[in-house]
């Protein structure tokens, strides 16, 4: 069933959103050749505790870190490791999420490791530009199926695929509440968006196939050719007149 918030639980959502994208902020500017994602994980865990919140991913179904690192191939939920060093050419996705008050935000980045190759830059800017797209259609009456497919077209006309086995959700009380956000869809399908929800819109675009396979480790999962992937997510309360993008 999907959670219809009060404007009191927004605002509490919007002080969580708040401190999250400030930590994201100050962890982006950490990412750089010769630093390891176990140490980016550290960092992410220190700042967010600092703030007076809790870690929302570590130990989420057996989830063992505060924040997922997905580097090149890596779409999503890839597990911080002592022994993966950046360097300059790849682009790593930070994906976290922090509770707040009881109440659960949820935001992804991704950036580039050094100098980085045009198609690389191209892919990042193409999925940072979907998740716009996205958010711009976020208002009462429109449906998920709306949001997707204007993720999808764009998308797609870049010469991109779109990932469709993982997608955007509900978010609240819970990390993960209905509805499901899909990156791509037909217009006028799915639910449609009331006053008072809570979403998180997050496209997951390939620089090849959409397809994906999960990894050994049964967390991280991968562009099934090996092309590179890149993630951009926020959560986003729909209001009156649009949307409002709480992790700003």
């Known amino acids: 069933m999907t959670s219809i918030k009060t404007p009191q639980e927004i605002e509490i959502m919007q002080e969580g959103g708040h401190m999250l ?3 994201m902020k100050e962890l982006l500017e950490c990412v750089k050749p010769g630093i390891t994602t176990a140490e980016l994980d550290k960092l992410a865990e220190a700042k967010i505790k600092k ?16 924040m997922c690192t997905s580097v090149n191939e ?23 999420g922090l509770i ?6 949820d935001m992804a980045r991704t950036v ?3 100098e980085i190759s045009l198609e690389a830059a191209r892919l990042v800017r193409v999925t940072k530009e979907a998740l716009s797209r996205g958010i711009a259609k976020v208002k009462p009456g429109v449906t998920v199926g709306d949001i997707g497919n ?3 077209k764009f998308v797609e006309k870049q010469g991109f695929g779109v990932v469709r086995e993982l997608c ?18 037909k217009t006028r399908t799915g639910t449609k968006l009331q006053e008072g929800m809570v979403i998180c819109v997050e496209p997951m675009v390939t620089a090849g196939d959409w397809n994906v396979k999960r990894a050994k480790d049964g967390q991280t999962f991968l562009t099934r050719d090996g092309s590179l992937s890149a993630h951009f997510e926020d959560t986003i309360a729909v209001c009156a007149n649009g949307a409002e993008v709480l992790t700003l």
């Open 21 to 23: 994208a400030e930590i």
């Open 51 to 66: 703030a007076g919140a809790k870690p929302a991913f570590l130990n989420y179904q057996g989830f063992p870190a505060t």
């Open 74 to 96: 890596q779409v999503v939920h890839a597990i911080p490791s002592a022994q993966k060093i950046l360097v300059s050419g790849d682009i790593i996705t930070l994906d976290l």
């Open 100 to 105: 707040h008050r009881g109440y659960y935000l």
């Open 112 to 114: 580039p490791v050094g």
């Open 150 to 152: 204007a993720i999808q």
């Open 168 to 185: 955007g959700h509900g978010i609240g009380r819970e990390l993960h509440e209905e509805p499901q956000v899909l990156n791509y869809g």
